[in-house]
């Protein structure tokens, strides 16, 4: 009878498998391989450069987990997901994003143990802030922005499509990485023009993903540091993920800088994989906030409720919650 117990329980404790089988197929690029047709095991083995030992299991795997479909003659073809989404020729490709998962937050999440019980993340380098150690290494500063646009886009486009914006001129988009949501938001409504806030880093990133999507012209990349400089002035000031990344203090803080910035009637966003307010049922919002303690030297998840708290202390009023996409959710309020 309490069989289904034990099974959920194996189920969680063996979840790391399922896990690692995507990320090593995206890794291989397997998804790509097929998108341009379907393939037998021994001819997507070879494309892989994997053993024939491993390949019908990995191959069947990926089937029964639904990643791939098998056709009646056995070759192997992907499923509409993977196809639409893993595809690296297409433009909807959110490999980056899994990519992040297998090369840095998999074997982080291996030493989960340590940190809870030192409260102290692993990548956190002599003090120093992790995006600090990011952006001095080229290449893990661009795989960062691309992995940063894939987990931003489905919000991104969610909140281009769902917030009033033909009642605003302007938005400055504070820790934008390379403009996925004034990108998408400037794409979807001619008339706005937006400001991408970020460390100075980040410049040609923005700059170079602003021009790839035609918006040079109405799209600014504005280089500088929150903790030090005021926030631009904008109609509409938006956070995407940026607060979970910090302190109760620099959360307080940032949100009094966007208020400080905002004219009257100006509204501000914030958006993030929140936790429930009941604390107990949204799994992805408490295993985010576990992500930034393995992640960040302070930053932990939030509530709708929390980030409402925090809004009101800094003066905003109106505050309303609406679910994006991807678990993230926004909490909008008004000056
Ligand atoms: C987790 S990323 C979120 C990026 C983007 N908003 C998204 O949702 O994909 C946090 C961003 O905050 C930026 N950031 C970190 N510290 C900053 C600072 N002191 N001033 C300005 N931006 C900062 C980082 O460079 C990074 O782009």
């Not at 083995?45 to 191959?59: E, M, S």
Request: charged letters at 20%; a neutral charge; aromatic letters at 10%.
């Amino acid at each position: 009878m309490t069989q289904h117990l034990a099974e959920r329980l194996y189920n969680i404790g063996n979840a790391y498998r399922q896990a690692k089988v995507l990320l090593s197929a995206v890794e291989l690029d397997l998804f790509s391989i097929l998108a341009k047709g379907p393939l037998d095991t021994a001819a997507l083995a070879v494309r892989l450069g994997i053993h024939r030992r491993a390949a019908r299991d990995f191959f069947d795997a990926l089937v029964a987990l639904g990643l791939l479909n098998r056709l009646c003659d056995g070759r192997y073809q992907n499923s509409e997901a993977t196809d639409l989404y893993l595809d690296k020729a297409k433009p909807t490709y959110l490999g980056s994003s899994f990519d992040q998962y297998n090369s840095r937050e998999y074997d982080m999440w291996g030493s989960l143990t340590q940190a809870l019980q030192t409260g102290r993340p692993r990548t956190e380098i002599n003090g120093q802030d992790h995006f600090e150690s990011i952006y001095r290494d080229p290449m893990r500063c661009r795989s960062f922005v691309n992995a940063m646009t894939a987990g931003n886009m489905l919000s991104a486009c969610r909140i281009a499509q769902r917030f009033p914006w033909q009642q605003y001129r302007t938005l400055c988009d504070v820790g934008t990485a390379q403009g996925c949501l004034p990108v998408q938001v400037a794409l979807a409504h001619p008339h706005i023009e937006a400001i991408g806030f970020d460390l100075p880093e980040l410049g040609s990133a923005f700059s170079q993903y602003a021009s790839a999507n035609g918006l040079s012209g109405r799209l600014t990349f504005r280089a500088g540091d929150f903790f030090k400089d005021h926030l631009p002035g904008a109609d509409v000031i938006v956070f995407g993920r940026v607060l979970h990344n910090w302190d109760l203090a620099t959360k307080r803080m940032l949100l009094a800088k966007a208020h400080q910035a905002l004219p009257e009637g100006g509204s501000v966003i914030v958006y993030d994989m929140l936790i429930d307010d009941e604390r107990s049922s949204s799994t992805n919002g408490l295993l985010s906030s576990l992500n930034m303690l393995l992640w960040t030297s302070a930053g932990f998840g939030y509530t709708a409720a929390d980030c409402a708290g925090w809004m009101r202390e800094a003066g905003f009023d109106g505050m309303r919650v609406e679910q994006l996409a991807g678990g993230n959710s926004m909490v909008v309020a008004k000056k």
